[in-house]
T-cell receptor, first 114, second 110 residues
Framework: NAGVTQTPKFQVLKTGQSMTLQCAQDMNHNSMYWYRQDPGMGLRLIYYSASEGTTDKGEVPNGYNVSRLNKREFSLRLESAAPSQTSVYFC?????????????FGPGTRLTVT | DAKTTQPNSMESNEEEPVHLPCNHSTISGTDYIHWYRQLPSQGPEYVIHGLTSNVNNRMASLAIAEDRKSSTLILHRATLRDAAVYYCIRQGTSYDKVIFGPGTSLSVIP
């Protein structure tokens, strides 16, 4: 099993450009998450999807949109990138979204916005 | 407030036990305590979690205080590969309440 995969691994954007970060999991998990991590900081939740067909805002959703394409895939879109969105983005999944279940994380996408 | 409190950094000698503390004084009865670790340039990795009782797995042990206001992650014999940032988080039924603080940066001295 590949676990959680993310593409691309690295990306440089100019201010105002758009892009979509892709995430897929092969563990048949119901819940998926997008986090961002700024240098020296912990992770902050951007959006989550409790189950296929549902998405909800996390702590820092402004400037982002998400799509739960199917049970396996959860994408994050930046419509108009800003330098403040320079960060490392992690996707995660869990069997269910309650505390009884651990999250599995992808390797991350390192995004720089100039 | 769903935050937890951890020391910023700790050091350990190789092959010695390490006790990483976490304070979660406002924890609710349905919140689980999870520990993750993050090696440099990698995504976080699940370590262990528990609700009330102490837990053991192949990576570590989790000791939870009787009042559940604090917990301790125990690495029985630290290796150089255990050098990482360790995060203690509370995770309950509210998906948006998971908060990863700055964690504890563990250094392992050969």
């Amino acid at each position: 099993n590949a676990g959680v995969t993310q593409t691309p691994k690295f990306q440089v954007l100019k201010t105002g450009q758009s892009m979509t970060l892709q995430c897929a999991q092969d563990m048949n998990h119901n819940s998926m998450y997008w986090y961002r991590q700024d240098p020296g900081m912990g992770l902050r939740l951007i959006y989550y999807s409790a189950s296929e067909g549902t998405t909800d805002k996390g702590e820092v959703p402004n400037g982002y949109n998400v799509s739960r394409l199917n049970k396996r895939e959860f994408s994050l879109r930046l419509e108009s990138a800003a330098p403040s969105q320079t960060s490392v983005y992690f996707c995660a999944s869990s069997a269910l979204g309650t505390g009884a279940y651990e999250q599995y994380f992808g390797p991350g996408t390192r995004l720089t916005v100039t | 407030d769903a935050k937890t409190t951890q020391p910023n950094s700790m050091e350990s000698n190789e092959e010695e036990p390490v006790h990483l503390p976490c304070n979660h004084s406002t924890i609710s009865g349905t919140d689980y305590i999870h520990w993750y670790r993050q090696l440099p340039s990698q995504g976080p990795e699940y370590v262990i979690h528990g609700l009330t009782s102490n837990v053991n797995n192949r990576m570590a042990s989790l000791a939870i205080a009787e009042d559940r206001k604090s917990s301790t992650l125990i690495l029985h014999r630290a290796t150089l590969r255990d050098a990482a940032v360790y995060y203690c988080i509370r995770q309950g039924t509210s998906y948006d309440k998971v908060i990863f603080g700055p964690g504890t940066s563990l250094s392992v001295i050969p």
